[in-house]
């Protein structure tokens, strides 16, 4: 019988929760697997709905991941350049079937090195800027590039969980995942995608994003370079 599956997730202030919520209810289901989520301390951690998330490990104590998955969120931004969690991210990568991330947890993956010359992708509004870092930046929901699986923005974390599933345990356990989550999107607006919202909104976002997480994005470019 081979060994369950151990996903260590990075649990962070400012996590979007559903970025982490929607994969790991999914991993969750995976037959035998332990999702454990790691942060500095297990005291609960606020995420940016105002609620918290306990942790179930600490980055010191955490075992070694077979995938490795940082979830995103604005708290992203603020540990680019944080030593300890991105030599936690190395560590677990070095030794990890997978790397991956959902919405701008590729930012941290980028930042410590392990998207260089990957592709990947991130939340529509801030793909550009994962060029800064590295990465070769792709507009798709969900990207395999070796043992580097990355996720869209926050609603793409079910789909690229359960393409991991497919990778993981064969399509017909993901089929039967999918079925059992009743995962049918069928949302009431076409606006979920840049390519058929309104264009003005999208450069309004777009602009914003920008002009928030350019700067803390160069800053940690350059410390990579140095």
Request: proline share 8%; aromatic share 6%; glycine share 8%.
């Amino acid at each position: 019988m081979s060994p369950p599956l151990r996903v260590v997730a990075l649990l962070f202030p400012g996590c979007t929760q559903l970025d982490l919520t929607g994969p790991a209810q999914v991993f969750a289901r995976f037959p035998g697997a332990q999702v454990d989520l790691a942060w500095r301390d297990t005291e609960p951690v606020a995420t940016d709905c105002g609620w918290s998330i306990v942790p179930t490990t600490t980055l010191a104590d955490a075992p070694p991941a077979d995938v490795l998955f940082v979830p995103g969120g604005d708290g992203t931004f603020e540990l680019l350049g944080d030593e300890d969690v991105l030599a936690f991210l190395r560590r677990q990568a070095a030794g990890a079937r997978w790397v991956t991330s959902v919405c701008t947890g590729s930012f941290l993956l980028a930042a410590a090195g392990l998207l260089d010359g990957y592709r990947a992708t991130t939340h529509w509004a801030s793909l550009p800027l994962l060029a800064e870092l590295g990465a070769l930046p792709v507009a798709e929901r969900v990207v395999v590039d070796r043992d580097r699986m990355t996720g869209a923005g926050i609603t793409s974390g079910i789909d690229f969980a359960l393409v991991l599933a497919a990778e993981e345990l064969g399509e017909d356990v993901a089929r039967r995942l999918q079925l059992m989550l009743e995962y049918d999107p069928q949302p009431p607006f076409d606006a979920g995608s840049p390519a058929t919202a309104d264009p003005a909104e999208v450069a309004a976002i777009r602009a914003a994003m920008r002009d928030a997480r350019l700067g803390r994005v160069q800053r940690a470019a350059a410390r990579r370079v140095t």
